[in-house]
């Protein structure tokens, strides 16, 4: 994907930097003096920014998930930095993975700012267009506020550019873009506030994105309402066009039912005529004279009286023609006061919108065109209405011609030359009308062809309107889905932290319980030690009464015997017993003093110390008593029961130890692993 946005980028800046050169090499031959044409290319490269700047947005939000992730890795690289649990070879692939991602993004950072760069040409060289041509129409102020808009959007775009060029630069990197000592051990890192605190600004400044793109759709959605709301009045002005042309339609009907039914009335006239013309004939066989000198001039009269039937029905044409002409003049009216109607609304549309004014200027000239078309209709028909007078006043001379002829049959060959011309221009007179009614026909083909633009045109808006909503549903949508990974982010933010402190308190809650075992384990030891002390003086003060009385009876009754030699060896079998007895309280207060430190040795030593310790100390107290045991071989034959009793009491005492100890590194081995 981001392959596909470099290659895109690529072509969009071509395709910028050849507008830009054809545009300024043509511009002065081109459009300095067509307004029309300059609308065309400001318009064309108004869009083209806007969708390049669009694209430019998007871009930057991609580039803002790459950077998240590649702040991700650095962090997955610091973690196992400080872990000496992984493998070097892990590093490694982390670290290349890094690199790579590094690199790329600056790559794709450097491409989007030379993007941004060939826009802001673009637009410098727009605006100094504009400037050029301000003084010439008023919509040029439109353009300057999308001017300043796009200014104002590629200005937001550099900056946050720079921003992930400088997040970039502090991600840790060598300047070759490698990562800098792959085969020395990584250093530790403290910086994890920082860290955070750069998320934290992250997320803030995608916050700030998403408000502006509230803010662009809020826009787009009154742009949107102010299309409708022009489609609407362009709508209204199309209806009543057809309404216009639907009026139109209906008289020319009512105009041809008319024709139709003069032409029967015709029709009838020329029956009745030729009833007449049989009665003339009748009357005129009676004439026996004049019947063979005037049978010339009865059949040029019967070519005259077809003539005046023709007239009689041009004649009753050119009054429909007359009455048509009327109803023509009223929808001319009518069409003027539309037409004014339709100017104010088009001089309205033209201030709200500077695209429709293009179409607006073609229905302008179609509307001229049908003026000037409605009043070469009226000439001629002012033309129509001088040639059925001049008509009419040819067939009052026609007939006062034919009263003359039949008065004076003497002067019919002079007359009959001149009813051939007049005849003849009534011919050349009925192949003008016919021309002129032609002409009507094709005013109202034209008037057809204008209505059925129209309607092309109003098609065509509805189609800007449909993609105008997609473009707005699709803003919509990246708008959702970016307020959804915001809430997904500040979800996963509140449950780290809340772990976070979880932990803290699990952490304080377990040191507090090992200071509180430690101090009870502490008196504990110290009771039974004095116990242990105790019960091993009072023994010892036991056991030397008992050796002194021994001593003393062995005495007397040895004295006599004169064996000298044995009590000076129960002498020293009585000191040597007396040294075991201490050494035995010795070494008991050595094993309590073992048993002592290895409860205040750290919990990471293992549970075979405390156990061989136990042991030892076991093993010294047996050691002791297997001591004191030889020493008093000469009560072996008096069996005495205190003396066993206090040496199991001393063994029970040290194995209570022992056991206590074990408990207690037990324990504290449990607490570090739940931990």
């Known amino acids: 994907m981001d392959e596909y946005a470099a290659q ?15 545009e300024g090499v043509t511009f002065d031959s081109k459009y300095m003096g067509e307004t029309e044409s300059f609308d065309k290319y400001a318009i064309e490269v108004l869009t083209r920014v806007d969708l390049d700047l669009a694209y430019s947005s998007e871009k930057l939000v991609n580039l803002d998930k790459l950077l998240m992730h590649v702040l991700a890795c650095e962090n997955d690289l610091e973690a196992m930095s400080l872990d000496n649990g992984h493998s070097s070879v892990n590093l490694i692939e982390k670290a290349l993975v890094f690199d790579f991602l590094s690199g790329f993004l600056d790559s ?35 353009m300057e506020d ?14 946050q550019v720079l921003e992930i060029r400088k997040y970039d630069e502090g991600t840790g990197l060598s300047g070759n873009g490698g990562f800098a000592g792959m085969d020395e051990q990584p250093k530790l890192h403290t910086d994890t506030v920082e860290q955070k605190r750069h998320i934290l600004r992250m997320l803030e400044k995608s916050l700030g994105r998403e408000l502006y793109l509230e803010k662009k759709l809020s826009e787009f959605k009154q742009n949107e309402e102010d299309l ?52 003339k004939n009748g009357s005129m066989k009676q004439e026996d004279e004049a019947k063979w000198k005037l049978l010339d001039c009865m059949e040029q009269l019967k070519g005259r009286e077809n003539a005046m039937r023709k007239l009689e029905m041009r004649i009753g044409e050119l009054i429909t023609d007359n009455f048509e002409v009327g109803a023509l003049r009223e929808k001319v009216k009518l069409l003027e006061e539309k037409l004014k109607e339709s100017d104010s609304r088009i001089k309205s549309a033209n201030k709200s919108n500077e695209e429709k004014e293009e179409q607006l200027r073609q229905m302008e000239s179609i509307i001229e065109s049908m003026k000037e078309d409605i009043d070469i209709v009226e000439s001629r028909a002012e ?13 009052m001379e026609l007939n006062e011609d034919l009263s003359f002829h039949r008065s004076t049959n003497e002067s019919n060959a002079k007359k009959l030359s001149l009813v051939e011309k007049q005849l003849r221009e009534l011919e050349i007179q009925q192949q003008h009308a016919k021309a002129s009614s032609e002409a009507s026909q094709e005013q109202q083909n034209m008037l057809y062809s204008a209505i059925w633009d129209m309607e092309i045109l109003i098609e065509e808006l509805k189609s800007k309107v449909s993609k105008a909503e997609v473009k707005t549903e699709n803003a919509e949508e990246q708008c959702i889905i970016l307020s959804e990974n915001n809430i997904e982010l500040t979800k996963e933010v509140t449950f780290m932290r809340t772990e976070i402190e979880r932990l803290e308190t699990a952490l304080e809650q377990a040191s507090d319980i090992k200071v509180a075992s430690a101090k009870d384990i502490n008196v504990k030891t110290n009771v039974i030690m004095d116990m242990v002390l105790s019960s091993l003086a009072d023994a010892n003060k036991i056991l030397v009464a008992k050796l002194k009385k021994s001593e003393r009876s062995t005495s007397d009754s040895l004295h006599e015997e004169g064996i000298g030699d044995d009590v000076s060896c129960l002498s020293s079998k009585t000191g040597a017993t007396n040294g075991s007895c201490g050494e035995a309280s010795e070494a008991v207060r050595e094993s309590s003093s073992r048993n002592f430190k290895a409860r205040e040795s750290p919990k990471d030593a293992p549970v075979f110390e405390s156990e061989v310790g136990s042991s030892g100390t076991t093993n010294g107290a047996t ?38 100890s074990y408990i207690f590194n037990e324990k504290s081995i449990l607490s570090g692993v739940d931990i």
């Open 146 to 159: 999308k001017l300043n808009d796009s200014e104002e959007l590629l200005k937001w775009s550099q900056e």
């Open 383 to 395: 033309s129509a209405e001088a040639k059925i007078t001049q008509l009419t006043e040819t067939n």
């Open 108 to 142: 794709e950072v450097e491409v989007l700012n030379d993007f941004m760069v060939a826009l802001h040409r673009v637009l410098v060289d727009t605006r100094e267009k504009v400037d050029a041509f301000g003084y010439m129409r008023e919509e040029f102020i439109v």
């Open 228 to 279: 409708k709301l022009k489609l609407h009045l362009t709508e209204q002005v199309a209806f009543c066009m057809e309404e216009a042309a639907e009026v139109v339609w209906g008289r020319f009907l009512e105009a041809e039912n008319t024709s139709e039914v003069l032409m029967g009335i015709s029709k009838e006239m020329v029956g009745r005529l030729q009833i007449n013309q049989f009665n």
């Open 8 to 22: 895109n980028a690529d072509a969009s800046d071509a395709e910028l930097g050849e507008i830009h050169a054809h």
């Open 623 to 660: 050691d002791a008593v297997q001591k004191l045991e030889p020493e008093s071989e000469f009560e072996a034959r008096k069996p005495n029961v205190t003396n066993r009793f206090l040496v199991y009491l001393a063994i029970i005492v040290l194995l209570l130890s022992s056991l206590a």
